[in-house]
């Protein structure tokens, strides 16, 4: 069965979330959100080994992790962007990891990541040639207009919204966000980058709790969910 590493970009400062310490490390319930997600990919059959991307400051105590439930972790320097903290990754992986092997990036700040996700995004996506889980827009969608006001009702039509993880091969994914970022173009996530390369990453569908902790209440929920032992 192939293995493969995942980038698990964690350089961020939390400036949304507004806490003192960066999102990442809060506690969800008995552990730090970090530990939470880096756990729930380590324990994934399909997972080799972690490639954790950190501030330059960081001074936490994921600084002294070398391991997690027996997968390697390696850790790099993130930078002032995402693209630069997983480009980054990417390039301090192992070189046993070639250029066409598939490298799955996931959020740190998305513990409730399910199995049954991973697996599926990777046996869909690999034959693919990359992809990415999402989630499609089941609700109405409004366009505000400068006065707080609905400017226009949207289609949600073929709309989704980009999940993580995201799934590509090294040497595609390194040339496509060092291009972006060499463009100065801001990119908010892995496909965005390959899509400008010309590659249309598989949508492949996961679930909607595999919410991304951005505010508090975002906090509250992933807290919950996590509880509830229905992650699976
Ligand atoms: N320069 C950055 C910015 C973000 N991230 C990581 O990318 C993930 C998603 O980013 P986001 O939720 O926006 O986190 P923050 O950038 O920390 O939040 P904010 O935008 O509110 O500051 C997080 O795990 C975050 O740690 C990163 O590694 N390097
Ligand atoms: C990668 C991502 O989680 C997909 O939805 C999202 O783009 C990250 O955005 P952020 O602003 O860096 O949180």
Known sequence: MSTYWCVVPAAGRGSRFGSKVPKQYLRLGDKP???????RLAAH??????????????TSWAQGLFEVLGKPLLRATGG?????????GL?????????????????????CLRSADVSRLIEQAAPAGGGLLAAPLRDTLKLAGADGRVAATE????RWRALTPQLFRRGELETAL????????SVSDEAMAMERSGFAPLLVEGAEDNIKVTTAADLA???YLLSKGVLV
């Open 33 to 39: 959100m970090l530990l939470h997600t880096l756990e």
């Open 45 to 58: 059959p399909y997972v080799a080994g972690l490639m954790l991307v950190v501030a330059a400051d960081d």
């Open 80 to 88: 002032a962007e995402r693209a630069d903290s997983v480009l980054a």
């Open 91 to 111: 390039r301090a992986l192992p070189a046993s990891v070639e250029a066409e092997d598939f490298v799955l990036v996931h959020d740190a700040a998305r513990p």
């Open 155 to 158: 289609s949600r039509e073929a």
């Open 178 to 185: 060092a291009a972006a970022v060499a463009d100065g173009v």
């Open 221 to 223: 929920l992933a807290e």
